[in-house]
C-alpha cells in the first residue's frame, strides 16, 4: 500500500520530498498519471505539470523517467510519447478503448 502524499508546494522541503516520493513510487513499478494524481491527491493537470517539470531535473539524480505510450486496444496504434494524458479516441479506428501512457524511472 502506498501512502498519500499531498504536494503542499509551499516551501522547499515538501517539493523535495515530494519529487523522492515521485522517483521512490516509479522505481517500484509503472504508473499512469491518474494513478500517481491519485497517490499524490493532486489534479491530472497539477500532476501533469509537476511530472514534466520533474523529469526534467530527475537526469541530474542519475534516472531516467521511460514514457510507455498510449494504445489503442483495438487496432493497436501508438500515440507519441509526447502525449502524457489519455487520448480519447484514436485517431485510426475511431475506438475509445485507449491505454494510458505508463511512466517508470530507470537507473
Not at 509503472?30 to 493537470?45: N, P
Not at 483495438?74 to 507519441?80: A, E, L, M, Q, Y
Request: aromatic letters at 8%.
Amino acid at each position: 500500500m502506498v501512502k498519500k502524499l499531498v504536494n503542499s508546494g509551499g516551501d522547499c522541503q515538501s517539493v523535495i520530498m515530494f519529487r523522492k516520493q515521485l522517483t521512490s513510487w516509479l522505481l517500484e513499478r509503472e504508473l499512469s498519471l491518474r494513478e500517481l494524481s491519485d497517490m499524490a491527491g493532486e489534479s491530472l493537470k497539477s500532476m501533469e505539470s509537476d511530472l514534466r517539470h520533474w523529469a526534467r531535473s530527475l537526469k541530474h539524480e542519475g534516472y531516467r523517467l521511460v514514457v510507455e505510450p498510449a494504445r489503442c486496444r483495438r487496432c493497436g496504434f501508438r500515440f507519441s510519447r509526447e502525449k502524457w494524458h489519455k487520448p480519447s479516441r484514436c485517431p485510426c479506428c475511431k475506438g475509445d478503448w485507449i491505454d494510458e501512457p505508463r511512466f517508470h524511472v530507470e537507473a
